[in-house]
């Protein structure tokens, strides 16, 4: 849900709530988009909620296996499932990129203990995740073959 929302020349600023994590983040919207539009990429971010939805479900593996490819040694004690770890993650901002192509695309930003100089992203493009890994400001309207230490890869 969008909490709040400024548009200008350059696209828009606000929160939105992630239910998911049960929290406000940042919104940013780069250039010019319709609201409707980002209207859509919010509907999707709420709709991971339902963390059975085929999207959530793959979001979630990817980032357990960025997890483990990088924080394993972090928690020695045991291995974390899938759904540990995305409690070990704190959304920060939606980036809603402009249209490039039919449908919709947004990132999410994240703050995670594995990783604290980068983060972690995920993109997500028309209801399927095109990369999971260290945030660098992915456009997920790029071909995911072009993206660095991408966790999507492996499913």
């Known amino acids: 849900m ?3 929302i400024e548009w200008s020349d350059e696209g828009a600023e606000g929160h939105v709530t992630f239910p998911w994590f049960k929290t406000d983040i940042e919104l940013l919207v780069s250039g ?5 539009y980002v209207e859509e990429c919010v509907k999707v971010l709420d709709s991971l ?3 059975s939805s085929h999207l959530a479900l793959d979001l979630m593996a990817a980032t357990w296996r960025y997890w483990h490819s990088r924080a394993r040694g972090l928690f020695r004690k045991r291995d974390l499932q899938p759904h540990e770890v995305i409690k070990q993650v704190q959304p ?3 980036v809603v990129i402009p249209p490039a192509g039919e449908g919709y695309a947004f990132s999410v930003e994240f703050n995670c203990d594995w990783e604290k100089e980068h983060g ?3 993109c997500v493009r ?3 995740m095109v990369y999971v890994g260290p945030f660098e ?3 997920p309207w790029d071909d995911s073959d072009t993206f660095d ?3 999507v890869a492996f499913t």
């Open 2 to 4: 969008i909490v709040d």
């Open 32 to 36: 010019e988009v319709e609201p409707a």
């Open 49 to 51: 909620s339902i963390t």
């Open 92 to 94: 920060t901002c939606l």
């Open 120 to 122: 972690m992203g995920w």
């Open 126 to 128: 028309n209801d399927e």
């Open 137 to 139: 400001d992915n456009d």
């Open 149 to 151: 230490r991408n966790f």
